[in-house]
């Protein structure tokens, strides 16, 4: 038996192994998180409606677009989907 086949085989079972854990860190990188006024830090509380409700901004972005945002230090402008949040205020 020649042993070229058992060598590329386990090449072959390295190459799977890898495209999986790529797959893996794509699909946690793409994980929603619902950010409050679209990044870390920022303000966008509106003032108090005649309802007695105060608006926040909101956007729901890809994990990996939420560290980016806390890297830079400002918002990008990436989500999948973005509204309002009404808070009662006290």
């Known amino acids: ?13 390295a190459a799977v192994r890898v495209g999986i854990a790529a797959l893996v860190v794509l699909a946690v990188l793409a994980a929603p998180i619902k950010q409050r006024c679209g990044a870390p830090g920022l303000s966008c509380a509106t003032a108090v409606d005649p309802q007695g409700n105060i608006h926040y901004y909101y956007e729901v972005e890809p994990l990996g677009v939420y560290l980016a ?7 990008i402008t990436i989500f999948y989907e973005s509204g309002d949040d009404l808070v009662k205020a006290r």
Do not use: I, S
């Open 1 to 13: 038996m020649h042993p070229a086949p058992a060598a590329k085989q386990g090449l072959n079972r």
């Open 69 to 75: 945002e806390v890297m830079a230090g400002t918002n």
